[in-house]
């Protein structure tokens, strides 16, 4: 599948100093998308893009390196569980957000990383194949609905 990409921002321009990372052509790998938008993950955030979404059209083998910080992200429990729990089989998307690490925030940043994995998995028609991937603020909920 060919593509063209730009990139995503509210005023749709590309800044000067991004615009040697934005590939005007190319291929996508086959049976896979890629999106980016922006939903409003840091509240001071108004304009650049901050969810990303990789997708395949059927299940895959997925495999991460994870750190091995004792205080480690939402995110990184969710997801290493997810993959231990699938044998690294049976993967379908990856979500990931920037300006929140959803670190530091006890059971309620599971929920939170829970629930991104969900409603993916609901968008994508796959049940518990969603790796989930978070960077930015930490010690802080989402303070957005992650609801579908």
């Known amino acids: 599948m060919r593509f063209t990409r730009a990139y995503s921002s509210l005023s749709g321009a590309i800044p000067p100093a991004k615009a040697k990372y934005v590939p005007s052509t190319g291929t996508y790998p086959k049976g896979f998308q890629a999106a980016g938008v922006f939903v409003g993950v ?19 083998s997925a495999a991460a390196v994870f750190t091995k910080n004792k205080f ?3 995110p990184v429990s ?5 993959l231990q729990s699938k044998a690294n089989a049976g993967l ?7 300006g929140n690490a959803n670190a530091v925030t006890g059971i309620g940043g599971l929920e939170d990383a829970a629930s991104m994995a969900q409603t993916t998995d609901q968008r994508v028609g ?3 194949s969603t790796i989930v991937m978070s960077t930015g603020v930490i ?3 989402y303070s957005l609905s992650l609801q579908p």
């Open 72 to 74: 480690q992200a939402a």
């Open 126 to 128: 796959a049940e518990d």
């Open 78 to 82: 969710f997801s290493r569980k997810l």
């Open 139 to 141: 010690g802080q909920r």
């Open 92 to 98: 379908r998307s990856i979500i990931v957000n920037s």
């Open 42 to 60: 840091k509240p001071g955030n108004t304009s650049k893009p901050d969810l990303a979404l990789v997708t395949s059209d059927r299940a895959c």
